[in-house]
């Protein structure tokens, strides 16, 4: 591949990179997997499974909730932490009960906020959708480069 043809398959990427609501649609969709899995695992009372499934949903939580800004979030951000800091200690609580039955109630719960961040990513993110012929590619000098060292 050229090295314009790269640069405009990198210029392309970008431009269709996932909005932060896509993105958050999409760490949603993997606690809720996870969840999913724990409960099964539950069910077939794979315990040491259990435990490590249920801490991966846990660490997306904990990321999450790490990545609020207090400052700048204002009352949703105030919301987002209750919210995240409920889940985890409920994830944690999933582990001594090993009920599929409040697995599912937090799965639910987890659905519910997944379910609003998916209609504000569909009803606000800017289009980023781009035509690789829209793609601006800028020459670039290579004469001096020594690409053999």
């Not at 105030?78 to 697995?103: G, H, K, T, V």
Request: neutral net charge.
């Amino acid at each position: 591949m050229a090295y314009s043809q790269q640069v405009a398959s990198y210029q392309l990427a970008n431009a269709n990179a996932l909005h932060k609501t896509r993105q958050l649609v999409m760490l949603y969709d993997g606690i809720i997997k996870f969840l999913g899995q724990a409960k099964d695992a539950m069910r077939e009372k794979r315990f040491e499974d259990r435990y490590k499934i249920l801490q991966k949903a846990s660490n997306i939580i904990i990321g999450l909730h790490g990545a609020l800004d207090m400052e700048k979030g204002g009352e949703i951000a105030q919301m987002l932490n209750s919210f995240y800091a409920a889940m985890d200690l409920r994830i944690i609580n999933l582990n001594r009960s090993n009920s599929p039955e409040e697995c599912d109630k937090v799965i639910s719960e987890i659905n519910m906020m997944r379910s609003a961040w998916n209609k504000i990513d569909q009803e606000y993110s800017p289009q980023m959708t781009l035509k690789p012929e829209e793609v601006v590619v800028k020459p670039v000098d290579t004469s001096g480069a020594d690409f053999n060292a």
